[in-house]
């Protein structure tokens, strides 16, 4: 299975990194956005911190572990660090199955145990808060 693991400073661009297609009958996309506030405050945006070896190694054991458990073909991840304004993207994850339902199981799975236990840390910049 080809996996990707892309780290990358400040917001995400709209062009998602290439995917491994070939014998794929699905290919799903989510893209993580920034949301304007936190805990019902506003914010400026979120500060991502990531100890990136890692994460890296993390990210690919999580795969890994998709891989076998719903036999996909490719997985390409992306995550920011950094700061991320709202309404940017920080998180993209992209999955090829040569099936819907098991790329849409997976991606569930994927993101829920990555939230869970990868080390990446986000901290908001509240609108209010002082400079």
């Avoid at 054991?61 to 390409?76: K, S, V, Y």
């Avoid at 997976?106 to 908001?124: L, V």
Wanted: some cysteine; hydrophobic content about 40%; aromatic content about 6%.
């Amino acid at each position: 299975m080809n996996v990707t693991i892309h780290i990358i400073d400040g917001p995400l661009s709209d062009e998602p990194k290439p995917l491994e297609t070939m014998s794929a009958g699905a290919v799903v996309c989510f893209d993580g956005v920034v949301r304007p506030s936190e805990h019902n405050r506003p914010i400026t945006g979120l500060e991502y911190e990531t100890y990136d070896p890692m994460t890296e190694n993390t990210l690919h054991q999580l795969a890994g572990r998709m891989r076998d458990e719903f036999g996909l073909i490719a997985i390409t991840v992306e995550h920011s660090r950094g700061f991320v304004p709202n309404g940017e993207r920080s998180f993209r994850l992209r999955i090829a199955s040569a099936h819907r339902a098991e790329a849409l199981r997976a991606m569930e799975q994927f993101i829920e145990q990555m939230k869970r236990d990868i080390p990446i840390w986000k901290r908001p910049r509240f609108v209010d808060a002082q400079a």
